[in-house]
């Protein structure tokens, strides 16, 4: 303790004394601080990798719900509107994000109906001073082209209710999606460090309470 804080210092005798103002449960209460800085990031990875997994489950649920309840059927997409945006990550990655939404139109039991859709495509490419970072070409295809036909699966009651056919879906039906022992093992993965700071700081403070 004396080699890491002012708080108690040692007089080179192996004698240790107080800081002025100070005792041991004052110093257990400060370098406990660990214990909270690691409790509020553990609430923050708990909730951030919740909603991660609550998202990717609903996403299954609801496609598992549709093909076991719905409609499939055959949809033409029109009205597509592309957005691009960027972000530059370390050793110089950009990440290129192609946002693609548009309106699907389909029949359900010989009645018209259209819905919105949007899909979301990324990719990385390695940066340097001669690219052109906002060419078009740098950035992922737009998921659908005018007048494309998509299979999508339509809910019986509220047929303007759809979700369109994903490998990835279709690959986890019935069971636990990937996204979701993804989300699973990256909080646990990420839930080692607020640990850390807990152990430290417990650590902290016994050591303060023993002086």
């Given amino acids: 303790m004396s080699r890491t804080t002012s ?16 005792d041991s449960e004052r110093i257990a209460r400060r370098t406990g ?23 990717q489950y609903s996403e299954q649920r609801a496609y598992d719900r549709l093909k076991t309840e719905g409609i499939q059927t055959t949809g033409t997409v029109t009205d597509i ?3 691009h945006s960027t972000y530059r990550g370390r050793e110089g990655r950009r990440s290129y994000t192609t946002i693609t939404s548009a ?6 039991d010989g009645q018209e109906y259209s819905s919105p859709i949007e899909d979301r495509r990324s990719g990385f490419r390695k940066f340097t001073e001669t690219s052109y970072v906002r060419s078009p070409q740098n950035y992922p295809d737009p998921s659908w082209a005018e007048g494309q036909s998509v299979s999508i699966l339509a809910d019986r009651e509220n047929p303007r209710d759809v979700v369109l056919h994903k490998p ?27 640990a850390l700071f807990i152990r430290a ?7 303060a309470r023993e002086l």
């Fill in 81 to 83: 509107q592309v957005e």
């Fill in 168 to 194: 990835y879906l279709e690959r986890d039906t019935g069971k636990m999606p990937v996204g979701g022992w993804i989300a699973i093992i990256a909080t646990g993965a990420l839930l080692i460090i607020p």
């Fill in 103 to 108: 309106t699907v139109h389909y029949a359900v």
């Fill in 33 to 55: 601080v660990f214990v909270w800085i690691g409790l509020v990031m553990a609430v923050l990875i708990i909730i951030g990798g919740s909603v991660l997994f609550f998202s």
């Fill in 201 to 207: 700081g417990i650590m902290n403070m016994r050591k």
């Fill in 7 to 22: 708080w108690y210092a040692n007089d080179g005798q192996g004698n240790g004394y107080f800081a002025p103002g100070w």
